[in-house]
């Protein structure tokens, strides 16, 4: 991150309001919010690492992670990361990114698209779909210590078995911070979904989306490993029903070991819910300004549950 001479940064409205109008035209199509099925959250790496990134996120997977981690890329990033297979059962199925430094030293910018869905299009059965275009923006505040946040647009579709599609529309916002304590040691915070609507229905009704407080902290105990553990949904223990806390209030864990300069392994634990998990595994390939990962996400660690329901994913990166 930058030293404490950091300046704020200042963005050319014109430029994000053309390229936000552009994709918003291009993603114009119904889209959704996971439900019944494999669920879990975006990029082949961060996956493979249990889904415990919050206080990791040095990538373009950043974010969705964790915005605030976009203030220390030195690089423009490209990445893209698809599901592989079980695709109407498992909710996300691509993510694209661009991030990279921002106008002002010690800023960065950043551009997402998500795509998921859960069930069959084709038929009268239950399905649930949406796309999110996000904008997201990161400023280094002190040596140690950056703010970040996410402006989000969605476009939601669903269908209750032997009804008809229903679509929608909502505008998203993300808070984040990602704190450095020492070289080892990272602290992160995601409020997702910290506003600003409610999923608004073509039928009338509006489904309310509450805030997700996701805390996260990465430990490197040296220039090759890192070990990250994150908190899900962390606030419905405090204010949830308690079926409601239950069903998602989880923990995650992963490691990732660089092997070599070009090879990491990765290791994690993605949890679903108290007691309910699935073993997540991996590697990336490092290829000059190029990196290939891929991720494996497990079946349930409880006899009968799903998990994550052995699904594929690969991700590419380009670094420019």
């Known amino acids: 991150m930058a030293g404490p001479g950091t300046r704020m940064c200042s963005f050319t409205v014109s430029r994000v309001a053309a ?38 996120a040095d990538d373009s997977s950043a974010v969705y992670w964790n915005p605030a981690g976009l203030a220390g890329l030195a690089q423009r990033q490209l990445g893209l990361t698809s599901t592989l297979n079980n695709r109407d059962a498992f909710n996300y199925d691509e993510f694209l990114a661009y991030a990279g430094p921002g106008p002002a030293a010690g800023c960065g910018t950043g551009l997402g698209f998500v795509v998921e869905h859960v069930g069959s299009l084709e038929g009268s059965e239950a399905y649930r779909a ?11 505040v002190s040596r140690d210590l950056a703010l970040g946040a996410n ?37 992160g915070l995601l ?15 509006e489904e309310t989306v509450r805030v997700n407080v996701r805390p996260g902290i990465a430990y490197r105990p040296d220039p090759t490993t890192i070990i990250a553990v994150d908190l899900y949904d962390l606030g419905a223990l405090a204010s949830g029903p308690p079926e409601e806390a239950s069903g998602t209030f989880a923990v995650r864990a992963g490691v990732e070991r660089r092997v070599s300069g070009r090879l990491a392994a990765r290791l994690g634990y993605y949890g679903i819910g108290p007691g309910v998990g699935a073993i997540t595994c991996g590697a990336g390939w490092r290829e000059n300004a190029w990196q290939v990962d891929y991720a494996y996400l497990g079946a349930g660690t409880t006899p009968g549950h799903p998990g994550l329901g052995g699904t594929h994913q690969i991700g590419v990166t380009f670094k420019f």
């Open 151 to 187: 402006l989000r647009y969605e476009t939601h579709a669903r269908r209750l078995p032997g009804s008809g599609l229903v679509l929608g529309s909502r505008w998203g916002m993300d808070l984040a911070l990602l704190y450095r304590a020492s070289p080892e040691l990272s602290l």
């Open 130 to 140: 949406s796309r999110w275009l996000v904008y997201s923006v990161a400023c280094s």
């Open 19 to 56: 390229v936000a109008v552009a994709l918003m035209v291009a993603t114009s199509a119904p889209f959704v919010f996971a439900c019944e099925g494999a669920g879990a959250c975006v990029g082949a790496r961060p996956l493979a690492m249990g889904g415990a990134f919050i206080a990791v």
């Open 191 to 205: 409020l997702q979904d910290s506003g600003l609507s409610p999923i608004r229905w073509g039928d009338g009704r």
